[in-house]
């Protein structure tokens, strides 16, 4: 089982910007894809951003494109998202997830990101 830890949330104003961070521990060894999603209230889960195991191919949601950088440090177990120009509609808790090998996924706890126009 992995566990993540999810941290760099908080309240900004529209065009700042925040950095998340999400630390792996357990059975970090099996650890495959990770990435960062968000829920808006009243809204789905949605995909923003994910990394690959070696951290060379990334994928973003059109929406955070040319604003959001995912990337990844496996000395330290622990995965970033650098978010800039932040938007009201980015207003949402932040999830990290952990994929394994085996297609398995873990989840971090969320933090929450408050964007104010």
């Known amino acids: 089982q992995v566990q993540l830890v999810e941290s760099g949330g908080g309240f900004v104003q529209a065009g700042g910007s925040l950095r998340l961070s999400c630390a792996a521990s357990g059975s970090i060894f099996n650890i495959n894809v990770m990435g960062w999603y968000r829920q808006a209230p009243g809204k789905q889960r949605e995909m923003v951003a994910t990394?690959?195991?070696?951290?060379?191919?990334?994928n973003y949601a059109d929406s955070v494109k040319g604003r959001f950088t995912i990337s990844r440090d496996n000395a330290k177990n622990t995965v970033y998202l650098q978010m800039n120009s932040l938007k009201p509609e980015d207003t949402a808790v932040y999830y990290c997830?952990?994929?394994?090998?085996?297609?398995?996924?873990?989840w971090g706890q969320g933090t929450q990101v408050t964007v104010s126009s």
């Open positions: 990394v690959s195991r070696g951290g060379r191919s990334t």
């Open positions: 997830n952990a994929q394994n090998l085996g297609l398995r996924d873990s």
